[in-house]
């Protein structure tokens, strides 16, 4: 499932079960994801900062689609029914974590495919592993559509138009290197040690600038008004510095 | 006129008329284009892919903007509304190419201009030769403006502003590697002969993954809103995926 862990001033969240686990999000992982990031946000204060890793292999593989099949009672539409359920509640991970009250940190340490890597996404800062993994969106290779959301963040977050295509229409598979060269990720590094030291570092120097977490929120949701609309979020104007 | 052949997976819709022909866009031209579209969609299975290439100097040089004036009966006015009438019929050409159920890939083989760029980069992959020819939009230098679906085009496949100004406001005639450079097309290779063998080595590429093609025509439609939008197509989700 995950855990919580606050050291300092860095929120740890960790996607728990090593080796071979997917970290696959069905309700229940999701449900303990959305618990944790508002347990996050009521202690929320200026200069606490979010990092989120996974233990093992993948960092998240996506949506649970063995659990929507064995839950499904062999029927495929019920299966499919289960799918867009998992999807509307992702919907509200995602919502969360565009308005935490904080800055964001995803150390990717593994495989990240579809819902997983829109987990990854969803953060301020995206730094990743080159030594193994990939990035992947399979929906092209599944034979299905992408939900409105997963677009808008593409659309967001991904500037050009043939990573955009690479990524969603051609469904390649993205080492970290390559994945900063298509803005898919901030930054690649050596090991999982090393990706966790670094989003560590940065996590301390985001922390040093104090920021106003209701501010900081804001002004998040306004650099993605494509997303955010679709999230049906809104933003609001704040003066909360003493002029 | 235009032929469809299809060796294998892949279907070649080749642009026919050698040295001089312009392959210019007149309804005659847009229409066996449209008709040899349908044909392709009718036949599209798993795993094919259209590459569309173009005999002798010219790729496309744009509408026919001589047979406007020799059909207008001297009028100038009536000049111009047979081309606004290319101008819809084309859109709908347009709009074939963004909804076609199956990888599409453009081998400008030669100078490709106004409409006739368009129609290159209506393809998801756009591959050219470096030793010769250019793209070029040529509406300002021709004191015209451009349709609302050239224009959403350019802003849907062109990140950089300052290469959308350079190539509509500016009127550049960009050859192979700059237009790498200025994200018009994806690669220039060394000759015709090269340019055509490279896309056919991607059509395989492609066409081994076997995409569901209703699927990757949604997936295309959902990368570009705005020229959808323009187009008048819509989107819908599929899962066509067995869980």
Redo the contacts between chains.
């Keep these: 499932m995950c855990t919580l862990e606050k050291r300092g001033k860095i929120f740890f969240l960790t996607l728990t079960g090593d080796g071979a686990d997917e970290h696959r999000l069905n309700p229940t992982l999701i449900a303990s994801i959305r618990s944790t990031l508002s347990e996050v946000k009521s202690q929320s204060t200026r200069g606490t900062v979010l990092i989120t890793v996974a233990e093992g292999k993948f960092f998240s593989n996506g949506f649970d689609?063995a659990w929507?099949?064995s839950a499904?009672g062999g029927s495929?539409s019920e299966?499919?029914n289960l799918?867009?359920h998992m999807v509307r509640l992702f919907k509200d991970v995602v919502a969360d974590l565009i308005s935490l009250p904080m800055p964001t940190i995803a150390a990717v340490t593994g495989h990240a495919a579809a819902a997983g890597l829109l987990l990854a996404m969803s953060h301020d800062y995206v730094m990743m592993r080159r030594d193994r993994g990939f990035l992947y969106m399979s929906?092209?290779?599944?034979?299905?559509?992408?939900?409105d959301y997963f677009?808008a963040m593409i659309r967001s977050k991904v500037?050009?138009?043939?990573a955009?295509?690479d990524v969603?229409?051609?469904?390649v598979k993205v080492k970290a290197d390559e994945a900063v060269v298509k803005g898919l990720i901030d930054s690649a590094h050596d090991s999982v040690e090393k990706v966790v030291e670094a989003a560590v570092r940065l996590g301390e120097e985001l922390s040093k600038r104090k920021w106003d977490g209701e501010v900081y929120a804001e002004i998040r949701k306004a650099l993605y008004p494509e997303l955010i609309g679709v999230l049906g979020l809104t933003t609001k104007p704040l003066v909360k510095g003493r002029l």
């Design positions: 689609l929507a099949k499904s495929p299966a499919v799918l867009r929906e092209v290779d599944m034979g299905m559509t992408l939900a677009t500037a050009k138009p043939d955009r295509r969603l229409l051609r469904g």
